[in-house]
Every structure is written in structure tokens, then in C-alpha cells.
């Protein structure tokens, strides 16, 4: 499946514990549950997310 992920401010993205890239992002994940982390350590901003996955579905993270 697809998520998409976009905040303001910006923000480093992790699956798990691996950092995946800087927002705006767009990851193919293995269907199913994912935990996802979103960090902005210059503004001591991070949100932990468990985010169902569905096959040829698109996953949206838009916030904070």
C-alpha cells in the first residue's frame, strides 16, 4: 500500500525504528500494521502513529 505523509512543520519520517526521508514523503509499505513516527527534533515535535496499510489504498498522515 501507499502512504503519504505531509506536515507543517516539516518532519523526518520512521517505520519502525529506520528513518525514511523528510516530509513531504510517499513510502510503499507492506500491507498490514505499520508504526510510524514522526520527528522534528529543532522543534521537540514527535507523534507515534499504528497506521492500518490496505492493498491498492492510499494512506494519508497529514498532522501532527
Do not use: C, D, F
Not at 500500500?1 to 525514511?20: C, D, I
Not at 500491507?31 to 521537540?44: A, D, E, F, T, Y
Amino acid at each position: 500500500g501507499l502512504l503519504t505523509v505531509n506536515t507543517t512543520p516539516w518532519a523526518s519520517v520512521y517505520v519502525g525504528s529506520k528513518e525514511k526521508g523528510i516530509t513531504p514523503l510517499r513510502l510503499i509499505l507492506p500491507v498490514g500494521l505499520q508504526s510510524i513516527s514522526i520527528k522534528n527534533k529543532s522543534q521537540r515535535l514527535e507523534k507515534n502513529y499504528q497506521i492500518k496499510i490496505h492493498t491498492q489504498k492510499v494512506v494519508r498522515l497529514n498532522k501532527w
